[in-house]
């Protein structure tokens, strides 16, 4: 799959796992991050994203703690996905 | 002495902000759910993650915190908490054999994410606690409140009990033969006989202090049991109506917990025995049954307390036509808890 | 104001089946956390657990408790109440009379029995035996039934400060006058439900728990149960009496769903509140049976709190290194400890705690000692910001 159609997709994924009510996919910015400031998600919402990256992509992160490098904005969710994933 | 000041409620009748409770809003497939308002002032970043009960818990708690001057805490009841969620995270474990599964469903699933969320939307860090004692839970939370007042007379408190259906408890009971197997209407429950009811739900929501002063009511007294003996639950009302009400008051209106399960007319017919001469009016068919119903009976009260008026659809039977001064309701859940909860009108 | 006294105890947890058996293991510094040998789940093998060894089936011949429909939790319960029951010389009088209450929590009720709650959610022909056995209020009103109780019944679920909020809830209502005795307390055994639960929130340790370590990895999960009768000192004249119930303080911690906040502000309060509710300043306290479930918040936040409070800390420990945490037991058990550490005057040690946190440098109680022990507080911490703190204080 192509990066632009993987973050398109990933984007939708992340809207619809975490109900993110009032968030279009595409008002995502690639660069825009996901806890604090950005998109407002916590900690809750980043052992979903870990649910979300096996359940998805077959990626499987033990220790949330590695979660938080990978689970900065879309663009390092997508280039971890693209070197990591098994399905 | 706990009195009530404002009060809210969501339920499957137009009972929040514009209230119209003569016009009844009928069952869908046996079950009465809830109107859902807009919640327009809960964040979204907040409102996704909720489920439908800590959701309306929230939606009837809100009007009252944003009006209280301020809050020391939150007394709430419920028998079952985020079932929904419950379902939810229970399937995850089944579907996934127990692989990697969501937390955010299981952390809602808890009964007390309710107060639990209410204390932290409002930042308060006052008395906390969730009572879960099926169907008296709100009877519980109401002893709790009491109790809070009589040590702290000034204090406001945030009172409250929610529960909702979901396909989980909605199968459960129906197997347990709590729900009607056959289809039946709000308008004609009362005239069944057969087993069960329908199924409901409801958020209500009460802002309470120990101040006399602009209260809408009382709660005068409240009183369960847990026993099928109606001999018992006749005597435990004897000794309510001996001990609270004054000399030559009397009950103006039972609201009775009847639920179209003819199984417990016997109970509710002993209550009326007592309390003859008096009106008998009936809430089940507004808001089918549940564990915390009678927090419904106990904003329908104040209500009353407050239009002094009765709609007709309530109406069992009605004795004259006089001001509304001593409301008592009796709710029986499932034939084995009993409750009594009675209430005077203030201003 | 009359003071309320305890006069019974029972618990059973994974150090033990009987208030002697747990107080032998703490001396002992016995760890019940175990690989699961009974409960069937997925994460047997991979992560160690507080279980009893004691078959459901076998706990049913016990208590000879075979009605249909009971569950897992409501035996445990009930051995526990047995016991405290018993311990108080309740006569059956005393417990059908309308002024004997019974405030018990639950987290899981009969929600242990994962499978069946399954299928009878989802199916809609025949249900199973357990059909009324699912909801939290279910283990006290198998109590209350079986033993004909008359007086106020409640359950109460605040995560895992159930069992604190219980025994404040008994307090009070003895006070009030609402009842002349009450007995509290709580239960929770091992169920998919929870485990998958806080499996999700990543908090379970892999291995045991080592509460207070800088190098902690989570909790551990186990089961129980513990009662507590509770009556008016003067109404105890004749009786053995254990301790004094003597301060509490319920609050929460408005932080989030289900972590504390960074300056531990509700556990802050709660201890501080139990202090003025006691009456006694913070260098009254002897000794701290500590939350400590051996999560990486939760140790470091109860220590900054006890720092925020105490000058000097005194002594502390907790006993999920011993019987694992069980949640909605925890508070109830932890009291019973708290209680035997009265009684006896002595202290036991905190297992698995090498290396003390390095921010705050507190190391629990390592070795047994005889001491003299006035105050005990125990304190209880759950989701949704439940903070509870209980005072016991010697006669």
Known sequence: METAALKEQLKKQIVEFLNLLSVKPEDIKDDEPLFGEGLGLDSIDSLELIVLLGREYGIDIKDPKEGRKILVDVNTMVAYIEKHRTK | MLYIHQSTCISAQQTFLDVDINTLHEAVDNKLKVIEPTYESIPPGILRRMGKVVRIGIGAALPLIRQATSLDGFIIGTANGGMEDCIKFLNQIIQYEEGVLTPGSFVQSTPN????????????????ITHVHRGLAFENAIIDAIMLLTDHPGNNYLLGAVDEISAYNYNIEMLSGWYKKEPATCKELYQTNSIGSIAGESAVAFLINGDQANAVAQIVAVDHIHTSDISIIENQLKYLLQHYLLAGEKIDILLSGENGDNRLLKYYAAIENITADTTVARFKHMTGE?????????????????????????????????????????NNYKGAQHSFILLKKEN | MSRIVVTGIGVISAIGNT????????????????????????????????????????????????????????????????????????????????????????????????????????????????????????????????????????????ACSSSANAIMYGVRLIKSGRAKRAIVGGVDCLAKFTINGFNALHILSPDICTPFDEQRKGLNLGEGAA???????????????????????????????????????GPYLSMKGALESANLSAGDISFINAHGTATENNDMVESKAMLRLFDTIPSFASTKSNTGHTLGAAGAIEAVYSILNLTYQEIYPGLNCKEPIAATGLLPVQTYQKRALQHIMSNSFGFGGNCTSLIFSTI
């Open chain 3, 227 to 265: 009662f507590l009768v509770l009556e008016k000192e003067e109404d105890a004249k004749d009786k053995k009496i254990y301790a004094v119930v003597s301060g509490y303080c319920n609050c929460n911690d408005s932080f989030h769903p289900s972590s504390l906040s960074d300056e531990g502000d």
């Open chain 3, 19 to 158: 208030v002697a058996e747990n107080r032998t293991a703490l001396q002992e510094g016995k760890c019940g956390i175990t690989s699961l040998s009974l409960f069937p789940s997925r994460y047997a093998g991979l992560m160690p657990f507080g279980e009893i060894k004691i078959t459901t089936q076998e706990l049913q011949e016990r208590l000879n408790a075979k009605e249909p429909g009971v569950t897992r939790t409501s035996l445990l319960a009930l051995h526990a109440f047995v016991e405290a029951i018993q311990d108080s010389k309740l006569s059956d009088k005393d417990m059908r009379c309308f002024d004997t209450a019974l405030i018990g929590a639950s987290t899981v009720g009969g929600m242990c029995l994962t499978d069946e709650l399954y299928s009878d959610a989802n199916k809609s022909d025949k249900g199973s035996d357990y059909l009324a056995s699912y909801d939290f209020a279910s283990v006290n009103i198998y109590l209350q039934e079986r033993y004909k109780m008359a007086g106020i019944v409640n359950t109460i679920n605040t």
């Open chain 2, 113 to 128: 994410a309710i107060a639990g969320q209410l204390g932290l939307f409002t930042k308060n860090k006052g008395y906390n």
């Open chain 2, 290 to 330: 549940y564990a915390t119903a009678s927090a419904f009976a106990v904003w329908l009260a104040c209500e009353l307390f407050q239009t002094q008026h009765i709609p007709a659809h309530i109406v069992k039977n009605q004795t004259s036509e006089k001001s509304i001064k001593n409301i008592l309701i009796y």
